[in-house]
């Protein structure tokens, strides 16, 4: 092929992309008019984090209510965020709640901590949501170390270089049937890329190679494309660790000399 056609095809890929993120976007404007639109409080929490100088990288609107639905769906009363930002996601989660449920939201930037605290007062949601400030590593390990009881589910959306970590972290606050999402594990298509040298995607590579080595956790990614152009994110349930499950069956089987085929069954191995 000449230059020339090198050229005119390079120019026509870009002109699709182009059009392709305009679709993107207005077909994300119409599904956040049908399903999502006039919210104040979650407009104010924008204009906050905004004002404030915060990136503009929290869930999209339809992302948000996706994590909502799926946490009611859940029927969710523990939750554990890490990564607040300004608290855009966490408003969404945190309604999600019953009146005594609790969500934990991790943060290291003072600045973002104090924003989120502040928007999610402002979202009447002081009393069930709280914003932990430090790193999300520590922060874990204390949780853990506490003896916080396991949480519903699990949203990762912090530091991408941290994501393995925060899995491990996640597993050791979990129990049968926590569901982990993990935010922004496509990073545009160039996860795909096995040489590539950006921290961020050689961040989401470990914690996907990861996930897929946990034996008890089921796993998934599915592709987002709209207003926030392409990614995705990582969707797990926590199942029972099949040895665990074993060693459980048999302690059972050994004390009441009883079959233990429906307890072993209720859980995916
Ligand atoms: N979940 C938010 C967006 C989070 S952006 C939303 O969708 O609305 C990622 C956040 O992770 C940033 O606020 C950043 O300060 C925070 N972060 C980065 N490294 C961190 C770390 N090591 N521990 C805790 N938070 C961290
Ligand atoms: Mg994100």
């Not at 925060?166 to 160039?190: C, E, F, H, K, W």
């Not at 990614?221 to 207003?227: D, E, L, M, R, S």
């Amino acid at each position: 092929m000449g230059t020339r056609d090198t050229l005119t095809k390079k120019f026509h890929e870009v002109v699709r992309d182009l059009r392709a993120r305009d679709q993107w976007r207005a077909a994300d404007s119409y599904f956040e008019d049908l399903f999502v639109s006039g919210d104040p409080v979650l407009a104010a929490a924008l204009a906050a984090s905004d004002a404030a100088g915060l990136p503009t990288v929290s869930v999209s609107p339809s992302q948000g209510k996706l994590l909502n639905l799926l946490a009611v769906g859940l029927r969710a009363r523990r939750i554990l965020e890490i990564g607040t930002l300004g608290g855009y996601s966490a408003i969404w989660l945190a309604r999600a709640l019953p009146e005594d449920g609790r969500l934990i939201t991790l943060e290291v930037d003072p600045r973002a901590a104090d924003v989120a605290r502040a928007n999610l007062a402002a979202a009447g949601l002081a009393a069930v949501a709280e914003v932990r400030l430090g790193s999300a590593a520590d922060t874990l390990q204390q949780l853990a170390g506490a003896g916080e009881q396991p949480f519903d589910l699990i949203f990762i959306d912090a530091d991408k270089t941290g994501y393995r970590d925060y899995l491990d972290g996640s597993l050791r606050l979990s129990r049968p049937g926590t569901m982990i999402i993990a935010d922004n594990v496509v990073q545009g298509g160039y996860v795909a890329e096995a040489g590539s040298k950006d921290p961020d995607v050689r961040g989401v590579r470990e914690y996907l190679e990861h996930l897929a080595r946990q034996k008890q956790l089921d796993s998934t990614v599915i592709q987002t494309v709209g207003g926030k152009h392409h990614d995705g994110f990582s969707v797990s349930i926590v199942g029972a660790d099949p040895a665990t499950e074993r060693a459980h069956a048999n302690q059972v089987n050994s004390a009441s000399g009883k079959d233990t085929q429906e307890s072993a069954s209720r859980l995916p191995a």
